[in-house]
């Protein structure tokens, strides 16, 4: 089952564009694989776009943070929050059809509060300096822990209302 099976590509979009206002957060929609199903970006801060758009950063933190995450939140069934390598607050809802494990909604692109970005794993990963690292995060937002946990449980009550519609047109 894909889930594109499930509801189209629009309609994924519509629910990306709905955790980016309310978490703001980029959000992001994964296939079981690992791999992105849209191409709708909106980014949250600007180091993401650096990290992600390097030759290292993109395999060696962000998606080495996400198959972690979604490998948890498939074996529990529940959302996650932790923060990847960099020290920035990811977010993975597990989607499942029945007992099918389909693939996983959430975002990523804040701080958790009080916290600061990886800067020397950073820049071992990807090779940008410590000043350029503080001058791509010097506005980027944070969330508290209450925060993180609401927009984790958003996630999952709009997770489960596109799951149970589905079903609902199945019978």
Known sequence: MELTDIQPMEQWIELEKKIIEKCKIQSVTFNIEGARITDYVKWSNRICPVIKGSEKGGPFICAVAHMNMAAQAQKTRKPVVEECDAGILKIVVPIFLKDEFVGTAGGCGRLPAGGEVDAFMINKTIGIDDKE???????????????????ADFVESEIKAIVEAFEAGQE
């Open 133 to 151: 690292i503080e001058g791509l995060v010097d506005d980027m937002g944070s969330m508290t822990t209450a925060e993180a946990q609401e927009c």
